[in-house]
Nanobody, 122 residues
Framework: QVQLVESGGGLVQPGGSLRLSCAAS????????MEWFRQAPGKERELVAG???????NYADSVKDRFIISYDNAKKTVYLQMNSLKPEDTAVYYC????????????????WGKGTLVTVSS
């Protein structure tokens, strides 16, 4: 019922920028929580940035003042603007959304994107 499509990953030099996108489609009534996670090789998946329906944001200490999470309701797309990228930002980035669908307005379900690879290297 709900599909998430991520894009925007790639290879970038240290100090560069990338913008990741996560487009949601389907029978969506509301998107309540929007998050970006990342998983580096040999490490556990970690929360990078979060945004709730009321506009509250939170960021991992390692990305504060460099990354910005945002949401375009008309496009149902979540973005992660990544600036001043460092080699340690290299990871597969996943979007995670909590979505209420028209099929059941009582609950919100968790949806994950398939991931997009970001490589920061000179």
């Amino acid at each position: 019922q709900v599909q998430l499509v991520e894009s925007g990953g790639g290879l970038v030099q240290p100090g560069g920028s990338l913008r990741l996108s996560c487009a949601a489609s389907g029978s969506i009534f509301s998107i309540n929580v929007m998050e970006w996670f990342r998983q580096a090789p040999g490490k556990e998946r970690e929360l990078v940035a979060g945004l709730t329906y009321d506009g509250s944001t939170n960021y991992a200490d390692s990305v504060k003042d460099r990354f910005i999470i945002s949401y375009d309701n008309a496009k149902k797309t979540v973005y992660l603007q990544m600036n001043s990228l460092k080699p340690e930002d290299t990871a597969v980035y996943y979007c995670h959304l909590q979505i209420t669908t028209y099929s059941d307005l009582r609950y919100a379900d968790d949806y994950w994107g398939k991931g997009t690879l970001v490589t920061v290297s000179s």
